[in-house]
């Protein structure tokens, strides 16, 4: 890849979440996206990363995922679907 | 071996009839093979009239994060349909702004017998309340609306 996806990842917000931190998305560089739990503590969202989940790419992830130039980074709230 | 189910997931903006939709679909599984599937099992849920803390409930709101949803489903509902053998599922979820009354989630499970139908269904609902990023505001009839986090007493 190259251009600005080289260079960040972008974080995405829902819910609860995204109201409680005013923003629904944005890019973060990623020489400092070591993996999620670093960008979560790094953004001071509200709350506690252990009742949040992670998803990498459309895909449910751990805190300690290694991250890529170009991922999507998603925090997710208490699911309640159905 | 089993073969995958085919499935039929779709995400509904504006409110749907169940049994047509049912209808349609029962229509499909039989074009495909008009006699493998003897047992079907469905699962049909409304918004209620209450919010959590029993005041009158104007609207759901359901947020999702389009593509991730799709994808958590088409897996939840390939995996539950491979472990139980069944032969097809259909799964319809609304989004945006739900009315009370109004169905929220279609499940249907269409299988060679009652016990892999009737267990895949039940299955397939508990996976997607939890596992399918779905997420509910109620809005009160005040105005005053919240978050929902967690799920409804099963």
């Known amino acids: ?82 | 071996m089993q073969h995958p189910p085919r499935l039929q997931i779709e995400l509904l903006a504006e409110p749907f009839e169940p049994l047509r939709r049912l209808e349609q679909w029962q229509q499909q599984c039989r074009h495909a093979n008009p006699t493998a599937s003897a047992a079907e099992a469905f699962f049909i849920g409304r918004v209620r009239g209450q919010a959590g803390d029993g005041h009158p409930l104007s609207a759901l709101e359901l947020e999702h994060y389009p593509g991730m949803t799709e994808r958590q489903l088409e897996r939840l509902g390939s995996a539950c349909g491979q472990r139980h053998g069944v032969h097809h599922g259909l799964v319809l979820h609304r989004i945006g702004r739900v009315l009370p009354g109004e169905a929220i989630v279609l499940v249907a499970i269409a299988a060679d017998r009652r016990g892999p139908a009737q267990r895949c269904c039940q299955e397939l609902l508990e996976a997607l309340k939890h596992e399918a990023p779905f997420w509910k505001r109620e809005w009160r009839a005040d105005g005053s609306a919240q978050w929902i986090t967690g799920n409804t007493p099963w």
């Open chain 1, 1 to 82: 890849m190259t251009g600005a996806d080289s260079a960040t990842i972008r974080v995405r917000l829902f819910a609860g979440l995204r109201e409680a931190a005013g923003w629904s998305e944005q890019e973060w560089p990623i020489d400092r996206a070591h993996s999620p739990e670093a960008v979560w503590h790094q953004l001071q969202l509200a709350g506690n990363l252990q009742t949040v989940r992670v998803a990498v790419n459309h895909a449910f992830a751990a805190a300690d995922h290694p991250l890529q130039p170009g991922d999507e980074l998603a925090f997710l709230p208490p699911i309640s679907g159905g």
